[in-house]
């Protein structure tokens, strides 16, 4: 049974920090990977979705790293904004056409 | 890009009352459409997929008489949460796609509670 783990679970930095959030998984047989950022009582907004074939993506500040052998993703946040301040999501598929398992978030803080 | 709309976005009702959420693509053909649950500072949990014209597949402990789910149409699904209790307060949110290839899009999500 696939499970998602991340780490920490809340974050608080000054703005301009660069900063990396941490998500493991327990079963590698993923067919992909993707990071939400989800504000409170919103939806979530798809960041970054990476492949198994891939090792990372990249938008903007953002970029996401998968070693699947490891059953490790990091997202990666250069020169943090307020505005980055949100709960961040990752979230695992193991096939095409099967449920996404999603982790238990990071609330993010960047202090002005 | 495509759109996920999900309303009504907020509701208070009392014990006891069906409420009645939808959740519509926009700009593309849901073949699948897929509800979430998410309990405050929680993770979202999966409760059903549902396929146009078909049965939805409930998670493990969903109960289906008590959440019903419609996907009438590709462009349309519903979830009803019949005789609401306050235990039943949470965030329901909703995602769609219209291939298993492609990501999913989600809603804006429902808050409900139930007094």
């Known amino acids: 049974k696939q499970e998602v783990t991340q780490i920490p679970a809340a974050l608080s930095v000054p703005e301009g920090e660069n900063l990396v959030l941490n998500c493991s998984f327990t079963?590698?047989?993923?067919?992909?990977l993707q990071w939400f950022r989800q504000d409170p009582g919103k939806g979530l907004t798809s960041l970054l979705l990476?492949?198994?074939?891939?090792r990372e993506q990249t938008s903007g500040r953002l970029n996401a790293s998968l070693d699947k052998s490891s059953g490790r993703s990091t997202l990666y946040i250069a020169a943090s904004q307020p505005g980055d301040s949100a709960t961040y999501l990752c979230?695992?598929?193991?096939?095409?056409?099967?449920?996404?398992?999603f982790g238990s978030g990071t609330r993010l803080s960047i202090r002005p | 890009g495509a759109v996920v709309s999900q309303h009504p976005s907020w509701v208070i009702c009392k014990s006891g009352t069906s409420v009645k959420i939808e959740c519509r693509s926009l700009?593309?053909?849901?073949?699948?459409m897929f509800w979430y649950r998410q309990f405050p500072k929680q993770s979202l949990m999966l409760m059903a997929t549902?396929?146009?014209?078909?049965?939805?597949?409930?998670e493990q402990g969903v109960e289906k008489d008590k959440f019903l789910i419609n996907h009438a149409s590709l462009t349309l699904s519903t979830l009803t949460v019949t005789s609401a209790h306050p235990e039943d307060s949470s965030f329901y949110i909703c995602?769609?796609?219209?291939?298993?290839?492609?990501?999913?899009?989600f809603g804006d999500g429902t808050r409900l509670s139930i007094l």
């Open positions: 995602s769609a796609h219209d291939s298993p290839k492609q990501p999913q899009h």
């Open positions: 079963d590698s047989a993923i067919y992909n």
């Open positions: 990476i492949q198994s074939s891939q």
């Open positions: 979230a695992v598929s193991n096939s095409s056409a099967s449920k996404i398992i």
């Open positions: 700009d593309f053909q849901a073949t699948t």
């Open positions: 549902s396929n146009e014209g078909s049965k939805a597949t409930y």
